[in-house]
């Protein structure tokens, strides 16, 4: 006969588990997110910056700059960025995480993102 103290501790014993991945995917995903958003800010103040001073120096003569082969260079590099996010979505399936643990990394995700 199983007394009410084994049968509390057998369920705690069975949410510690959900409760690791729910906790854990959240911290995790509130960090990705953060670093994401400062991956992104960097990058950007980066590629404004060369093309603040590529202007610059156009504008003042010292360099020629070729429109053309700017817009293409930008338009290769934005299509090799989107061709490698589809090769990473193909390789691994987020749903094989588990449910508890791709929810929790979502939401602390998009939490990282909007509020860091």
């Given at each position: 006969m199983s007394t009410n103290k084994d049968v509390t501790k057998m369920n705690f014993d069975n949410l510690i588990p959900i409760t690791t991945s729910v906790g854990g995917g959240f911290f995790i995903g509130i960090l990705l997110g953060y670093f994401v958003k400062k991956?992104?800010?960097?990058?950007m103040f980066v590629?404004?910056?060369?093309?603040?001073?590529?202007?610059?120096?156009q504008h003042q003569q010292i360099i020629s700059v070729n429109?053309?082969?700017?817009?293409g260079s930008s338009t290769f590099i934005l299509t090799s960025i989107a061709?490698?996010?589809?090769?990473?979505?193909?390789?691994?399936?987020?749903a094989s995480l588990g449910m508890p643990l791709t929810a929790s990394m979502t939401a602390g995700f998009t939490l990282g993102i909007m509020k860091a």
């Open positions: 991956v992104i800010k960097i990058l590629a404004g910056g060369i093309l603040g001073l590529l202007l610059y120096l429109i053309e082969k700017l817009e061709s490698f996010f589809d090769k990473v979505t193909e390789m691994g399936d987020a």
